[in-house]
């Protein structure tokens, strides 16, 4: 294993190098054409489709749980809404960003995950909501009374079903199987591309269902710029198959300062940092926002 991380460090170093010098000639070539977006750490990532609108990415501080806010023009994705003791700080935030959501994202029936969803609900239009139908599981028939009260459409995940709300389009990876009896393995894996960036969410999958997602995805659906760190950042998921697969540019850990479960635990921090990517935590700095247009930048509201 250590000789693969190695190997993994030196060829990844080559073509860091190899990607720079090709990437400056190309800056000279392009100068003045909007035609490259940066990370915060000078990073590159490609803009080939330019969008139309101001789009964003909000990795909101809902303390110990994940909500996560993907806007681009009058369009609005949600994925998960935290817990019900962070809902009226995450509805606040919300109002103040959107008139109405197009896809509520709720990756599996956990209160650090779905605890605010009642509230954003009753305060926000929202007019499509995803979540895995489970079996035995009451939250999806719940939810079924509830899009008649509320007005949404209600969808049960499955892999490959693609949704587009204007220049966002999210392409479900996971659940592959409902038959976990462990919930946290029945998460919605979401793979988002907003032009040419792209990010990947995986609620709380853990490693057997990571195992699922790559024997059962297209490894180029899998690349993308930005990772939400699973669960937490805990160390049952993001093994290091899957974080490769991945290969993320930027990853950020949502969780609370000083949690009681230790996330994020040091070997994924360690994992993230060996591989060079940059690592952002809502517990440390707070809600985390990506501004991305003709410029990625990462800004920090406290």
Not at 177 to 182: E, G, I, K, T, V
């Amino acid at each position: 294993m250590a000789q693969k991380r190695r190997k993994y460090r030196k060829q990844r170093s080559l073509k860091a190098l190899l990607f720079r010098l090709i990437i400056g000639i190309i800056c000279i070539l392009t100068a003045g054409t909007g035609a490259w977006s940066y990370s915060l750490s000078g990073k590159l990532l490609p803009t080939r489709e330019l969008l139309t609108g101001d789009a964003s990415i909000h990795f909101i501080d809902v303390g110990q749980g994940d909500a996560t806010l993907i806007m681009t023009g009058t369009n609005s994705v949600l994925i998960d809404t935290g817990t019900n003791a962070s809902a009226d700080s995450l509805v606040t935030y919300l109002e103040t960003y959107v008139g109405q959501i197009d896809y509520l994202i709720l990756t599996h029936p956990h209160d650090d995950h779905t605890g605010g969803a009642d509230e954003v609900l009753d305060a926000i239009p929202v007019r499509n909501v995803i979540t895995p139908d489970i079996p035995g599981n009451d939250y999806y028939r719940v939810l079924e009374e509830l899009s008649d009260t509320y007005d949404f459409n209600l969808i049960p995940a499955e892999p490959g079903n693609r949704y587009e709300a204007g220049e966002i389009y999210c392409t479900i990876l996971g659940p592959v199987h409902l038959d976990h009896s462990n919930l946290n393995d029945v998460s919605i894996v979401t793979k988002v591309d907003i032009g040419s960036v792209s990010l990947l969410c995986s609620g709380d999958a853990e490693q057997i269902a990571e195992q699922d997602v790559l024997a059962n995805t297209d490894p180029a659906l899998l690349d993308c710029d930005i990772y939400q760190v699973g669960h937490h950042g805990s160390s049952t998921s993001t093994s290091m198959e899957f974080f490769y697969a991945i290969s993320p540019d930027i990853c950020v850990i949502s969780c609370g300062n000083g949690n009681s479960y230790g996330h994020p635990h040091s070997t994924v921090v360690s994992l993230i940092e060996l591989s060079g990517s940059d690592l952002y935590r809502t517990d440390l700095e707070g809600t985390i926002v990506l501004d991305i247009k003709e410029e990625t930048t990462v800004r920090r509201i406290w």
